[in-house]
């Protein structure tokens, strides 16, 4: 139970956090991701299932961006080689600890054009995914000590913020402006926003 709290409640709330303070940031992607909630949804739902998130395909890719430039634990859990090896000409002796710094590779300007934009379009034909098969995006790490936690997590961010979405429109507090939005982190192996984000909830439905 420990495991699940520490691994996954935080992990889960930072992600969904984080989306929210992007899409506050961001009036345009806020917008289309509104729209297609709120017509894919229809009106007056009284609750979303799992069978919703099928049809929405703009707010997945949200997520996606959201966990490329916001993972909860940047440099993964740390790893040991098991015998001597060769990585880009370095020697790797036996028994070393490698920690990999999955938040540089997911900002790195060789692979992703304007990396510090939060731009979920840029998913629209790629076949990149986060659930560690592509390397250049490993929110939830690759191999052996991938995530265990995947599909629950998964699935905590995606209702979550849907219903977020759904049944509220936000606002910032009177008097901010998103040059107001504090963008801080902080943490140790799990890394979350410094500063909560203060928001104005006006309930829909
Ligand atoms: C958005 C949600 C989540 C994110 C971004 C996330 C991310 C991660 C990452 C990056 C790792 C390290 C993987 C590696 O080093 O390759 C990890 C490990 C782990 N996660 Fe998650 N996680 C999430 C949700 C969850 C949930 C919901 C659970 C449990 C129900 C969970 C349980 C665990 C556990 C137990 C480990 C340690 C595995 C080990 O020791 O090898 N996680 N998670």
């Given at each position: 139970?420990?495991?699940?709290?520490?691994?996954?409640?935080?992990?889960?709330?930072?992600t969904?956090?984080?989306a929210?303070?992007?899409?506050?940031?961001n009036?345009?992607v806020?917008?289309k991701?509104?729209?297609e909630?709120?017509?894919?949804?229809?009106?007056?739902?009284e609750?979303?299932?799992?069978q919703?998130?099928?049809?929405?395909n703009?707010?997945?890719?949200?997520?996606?961006e959201?966990?490329?430039?916001?993972?909860t634990?940047?440099?993964?859990?740390?790893?040991?080689?098991?015998?001597?090896i060769?990585?880009q000409g370095?020697?790797?002796?036996?028994?070393?600890?490698?920690?990999?710094?999955?938040y540089a590779?997911?900002?790195?300007?060789?692979?992703?054009?304007?990396p510090?934009?939060?731009?979920?379009?840029?998913?629209v034909?790629?076949?990149?995914?986060?659930?560690?098969?592509?390397?250049?995006?490993?929110?939830?790490?690759?191999?052996?000590?991938?995530?265990?936690?995947?599909t629950?997590?998964?699935?905590?961010?995606e209702?979550?913020l849907?219903?977020?979405?759904?049944?509220?429109?936000?606002?910032?507090?009177?008097?901010?402006?998103?040059?107001?939005?504090?963008?801080?982190?902080?943490?140790?192996?799990?890394?979350?926003?410094?500063?909560?984000?203060?928001?104005?909830?006006?309930?829909?439905?």
């Open positions: 139970m420990i495991d699940i709290f520490l691994a996954g409640v935080n992990t889960s709330a930072t969904i956090l984080w929210m303070t992007e899409l506050i940031r009036t345009s806020m917008k991701v509104q729209d909630v709120r017509t894919v949804l229809g009106e007056n739902r609750k979303i299932t799992e919703d998130l099928n049809q929405l703009y707010f997945k890719l949200v997520i996606k959201t966990f490329r430039l916001h993972p634990a940047p440099l993964l859990l740390p790893r040991e080689t098991m015998s001597p060769k990585i370095y020697d790797i002796p036996k028994e070393t600890q490698i920690m990999i710094n999955v590779i997911a900002r790195d300007p060789k692979l992703w054009e304007n510090d934009d939060f731009k979920p379009e840029r998913f034909d790629s076949s990149v995914d986060y659930r560690g098969l592509n390397f250049e995006l490993l929110p939830f790490g690759s191999g052996r000590r991938i995530c265990p936690g995947m629950m997590g998964i699935a905590m961010v209702l979550g849907l219903n977020l979405l759904y049944f509220f429109d936000w606002a910032l507090p009177e008097g901010t402006t998103v040059k107001d939005v504090d963008m801080e982190e902080e943490g140790a192996v799990i890394i979350g926003k410094k500063v909560p984000l203060e928001l104005v909830p006006i309930r829909r439905y």
